[in-house]
């Protein structure tokens, strides 16, 4: 995979979906419903985040997945871990701003895709792309059970973001498909999703497609 983030859709100014995976999963059921889910509409990119998850649980969980979404066109990055994510053929890594020296893992990676937490914080923005990131995440923009979130952007920081760099921006933190109109309007050029997708009470797939249709029908960002 080249050193850029995943496409845009057809269209310009257009958002795409950014999946993650739930906090955990069971290799036994999950690789099925992914599949379904992926099967169900657009995605750019699946994240796998299993926090406090052992290095061997997580080498398994990548070898179940990546296939999935690599066959599917879906970029697949792996959370936390640009050294595993060289090893395992993964597309690329997704960094926070405790993970590690940003600028080894650029170079660790080489030509796959680095994405860094960036918070509320346009100066921490700023520095992840001057240190060749791909794209730059920010939120926590609403209330989220995934994790702790200490940090509540607005969504100007998209605006402004979109507005002066061509670094693709990340919108992150109980997103789903009755708040993201704002952020898509903002500029976001991916919404990272979790909850939305895969505790929706119709399923997966029906999540994903509740996600895609939203991000259609919401305002165009005016770049």
């Known amino acids: 995979m080249a050193r850029t983030p995943p496409a845009a859709a057809p269209g310009a100014n257009d958002c795409r979906l950014y999946l993650i995976t739930p906090p ?11 599949a379904r889910a992926l099967d ?20 398994r969980a990548i070898d179940a997945l990546r296939p999935v979404a690599q066959s599917r066109d879906v970029a697949f990055i792996l959370n936390d871990d640009a050294q595993l994510a060289a090893e395992t053929g993964c597309d690329g890594a997704h960094l926070g701003q405790e993970d590690g020296d940003h600028a080894k893992a650029r170079a660790l990676l080489g030509g796959a895709t680095l994405g860094i937490t960036c918070h ?12 060749g990131a791909d794209y730059v995440a920010f939120g926590a923009f609403f209330p989220t059970t ?10 100007e920081i998209l605006e402004w973001w979109s507005s ?17 109109a704002p952020l898509v309007e903002a500029g976001a050029d991916f919404l990272a999703v979790v909850g939305a997708v895969w505790n929706h009470p119709e399923g997966p797939a029906a999540g994903l497609r509740a996600m895609n ?5 919401a305002p165009r960002p005016v770049r």
């Open 24 to 34: 955990r999963i069971d290799l036994a059921t999950f690789p099925d419903d992914l």
């Open 40 to 59: 169900a509409g657009d995605c750019a990119c699946l994240q796998l985040r299993l926090k406090d998850a052992e290095q061997d649980e997580v080498r």
């Open 120 to 131: 509320d914080s346009r100066h921490l923005a700023m520095r992840a792309g001057e240190m």
């Open 146 to 155: 995934t994790k702790e979130a200490q940090y509540h952007p607005d969504p």
């Open 164 to 180: 002066i760099f061509e670094i693709p921006c990340v919108a992150i933190g109980g997103i789903n498909a009755t708040n993201c």
């Open 213 to 217: 249709a939203a991000i259609a029908a």
